[in-house]
């Protein structure tokens, strides 16, 4: 049975929501062993005993080097130890990468992992890589979130030949920043993947490619923005229809679709992201996640696990056959 | 009465929408002069004839150098020349920006212009500096687009203290890309604003502050990003409510409510943005503007002119002094 090491302190709503969503996944068969302090109520759900916490707002590197026997970098070692096959935490995206980077470490070849986020597009689910693993991106990192995201699409997805894009400001190569320019020289010049040209930000949500890659900063920003903007304006509107009777009866019937959309566009129904580029799998889950959404998550890393992500982009990733090659040279 | 210079050929849809829009804004009282080629049919608003045209996808500054007698560049001129009091274009924006650095040149002390694009948020009007003139933008220019954003907002738009939020991925100080880092810093420490920290991208429609500070880059990716998102999702509610006859009753019925937030939140009920900083006014349409769109660019530009944008920035930019007194010495 899959068994997923969970930080019950991970996230704005732990222990108690990371609790109920564990419960949620076992329910469907998962293994699931919670990290957090002694005496934590787990309503039965087997407990490695931890001491600290990360809190969101500690700079990650210093507070994992700090903090070893945290509820979080314990999980992510876990893993490491063969513990556990997946750890998912909704706490400090950044301390989970640090924490992922000492006790699984890249794999061969990779510079920075990278955060693949669903986007719930209109068609099609478009993977959005860096969702906000790395704060500042080089060029040549967007170059290998192009080609980890490609193998997930392919292997996970089953997308054929994935489309990728890079998020830009324009189609034309020569705009965006320096940053961006650059990357796309190097992706279009990149074999192995379907570099087809950029994306602007209009296109996110219509399903612009498979994979669409961007620094974390930009990520992290860009999918902060679309989930923003769809709660705003779903409130927005529900407001303006609330404003008149007629609005109201309408409002009654379109519930339905409402729903619907909701739904689709809801970032709980994903629950979770995977860090990719490391030798084990990690679920990093929203700040806020609640129950439903953790539940998800774990689901996620369950699936990851029986799909195996982490051994099918060890195989794939060119990066393993060139570093092995100099290493024989 | 106030004169305005519009660049006949610039955007998607001129000249036909450029023109019909001229027409709208006449009709208002605006004086307007058209810039385009011999023999085009302005329906009898004065046209001074130029040669070139500048393509969107061309490089602003090879463009604006090899086309000095462009509808573009020619227009800009006109400000620079006295012929007119502002320059409307919907066409490539670097080389609007390029022909106004050229010459209208910039406002003593001035690093970069920047473009001042408000967000219809839902309490009150966001302006998002910069909202793409510049695709490479350093920590100290954001602390200019700072202080040009809070004159603008006191003095257009009665803001007595506006708030300046930088725009980002986390609330903390010391999240963000290491720019983005160094301009929290560089914000706190400015005098003459009221610096109240980061917003991030799910703030922006929630009208997170008067004033929203980015580099140029960032700030037209949110922009077209909110843009698309906002299409985007009010298109799929249309799908989900014309599903099922329940659906399509409802949708009848909130119709008018719909309606209400699309031209709230419809970036064509602003048709432009001002270029800040330079020393002559300049306002940025739409690459895709419509009739409705220019009109109501031309309209904007005249406002401008009215309130003395530039004539207040000139006077309130604290560098003016600086530089004076540097002068001095």
Same mark, same amino acid.
């Given at each position: 049975?899959?068994?997923?090491?969970?930080?019950?302190?991970?996230? #704005?709503?732990?222990?108690?929501?990371? =609790? %109920?969503?564990? /419960?949620?996944? *076992?329910?469907?068969?998962?293994?699931?062993?919670?990290?957090?302090?002694?005496?934590?109520?787990?309503?039965?759900?087997?407990?490695?005993?931890?001491?600290?916490? =990360?809190?969101?707002?500690?700079?990650?590197?210093?507070?994992?080097?700090?903090?070893?026997?945290?509820? +979080?970098? @314990?999980?992510?070692?876990?893993?490491?130890?063969?513990?556990? #096959?997946?750890?998912?935490?909704?706490?400090?995206?950044? %301390?989970?990468?640090?924490?992922? $980077? +000492?006790?699984?470490?890249?794999?061969?070849?990779?510079?920075?992992?990278?955060?693949?986020?669903?986007?719930? %597009?209109?068609?099609?689910?478009? $993977?959005?890589?860096?969702?906000?693993?790395?704060?500042?991106?080089?060029?040549?990192? +967007?170059?290998?979130?192009?080609?980890?995201?490609?193998?997930?699409?392919?292997?996970?997805?089953?997308?054929?030949?994935?489309?990728?894009?890079?998020?830009? *400001?324009?189609?034309?190569?020569?705009?965006?920043?320096?940053?961006?320019?650059?990357?796309?020289?190097?992706?279009?010049?990149?074999?192995?993947?379907?570099?087809?040209?950029?994306?602007?930000?209009?296109?996110?949500?219509?399903? !612009?490619?498979?994979?669409?890659?961007?620094?974390?900063?930009?990520?992290?920003?860009?999918?902060?923005?679309?989930?923003?903007? *769809?709660?705003?304006?779903?409130?927005?509107?529900?407001?303006?229809?609330?404003?008149?009777?007629?609005?109201?009866?309408?409002?009654?019937?379109?519930?339905?679709? @409402?729903?619907?959309?909701?739904?689709? $566009?809801?970032?709980?129904?994903?629950?979770?992201?995977?860090?990719?580029?490391?030798?084990?799998?990690?679920?990093?889950? /929203?700040?806020?996640?609640?129950?439903? !959404?953790?539940?998800?998550?774990?689901?996620?890393?369950?699936?990851?696990?029986?799909?195996?992500?982490?051994?099918? +982009?060890?195989?794939?990733?060119?990066?393993?056959?060139?570093?092995?090659?100099?290493?024989?040279?």
């Amino acid at each position: 049975m899959t068994r997923i090491a969970v930080d019950a302190l991970g996230g #704005d709503r732990a222990p108690a929501e990371v =609790i %109920a969503g564990a /419960h949620d996944a *076992i329910r469907d068969g998962i293994d699931v062993v919670l990290y957090g302090p002694a005496g934590l109520d787990t309503g039965g759900i087997e407990l490695v005993e931890t001491i600290d916490v =990360i809190e969101m707002a500690e700079k990650p590197a210093e507070a994992v080097r700090a903090k070893p026997n945290s509820s +979080l970098v @314990a999980a992510v070692r876990a893993v490491a130890d063969g513990n556990a #096959d997946a750890v998912v935490s909704a706490g400090n995206t950044g %301390a989970v990468l640090a924490a992922g $980077l +000492l006790h699984l470490r890249r794999l061969s070849g990779v510079m920075r992992p990278a955060i693949a986020v669903p986007i719930p %597009a209109r068609e099609k689910v478009s $993977l959005l890589l860096d969702g906000g693993a790395n704060a500042d991106s080089r060029p040549e990192h +967007l170059v290998q979130f192009a080609v980890m995201g490609s193998i997930f699409a392919q292997e996970m997805l089953d997308v054929a030949n994935p489309e990728v894009r890079l998020l830009s *400001i324009g189609e034309e190569p020569e705009k965006g920043d320096s940053a961006t320019i650059e990357a796309h020289e190097l992706l279009r010049e990149e074999a192995g993947i379907n570099f087809v040209g950029n994306a602007e930000g209009r296109d996110l949500l219509r399903g !612009a490619a498979d994979v669409v890659v961007t620094g974390g900063f930009n990520g992290n920003m860009a999918l902060k923005l679309l989930e923003g903007t *769809i709660t705003e304006l779903l409130d927005a509107l529900r407001e303006e229809i609330t404003a008149t009777t007629r609005g109201k009866v309408g409002g009654l019937l379109i519930r339905p679709a @409402a729903r619907r959309l909701r739904t689709r $566009l809801d970032p709980e129904t994903y629950g979770g992201a995977y860090l990719l580029g490391l030798r084990g799998l990690a679920v990093i889950a /929203h700040g806020n996640s609640s129950r439903r !959404a953790i539940g998800n998550a774990i689901r996620l890393a369950a699936r990851g696990v029986d799909n195996q992500v982490v051994e099918r +982009l060890a195989e794939r990733l060119p990066y393993r056959d060139r570093r092995d090659e100099s290493h024989d040279a």
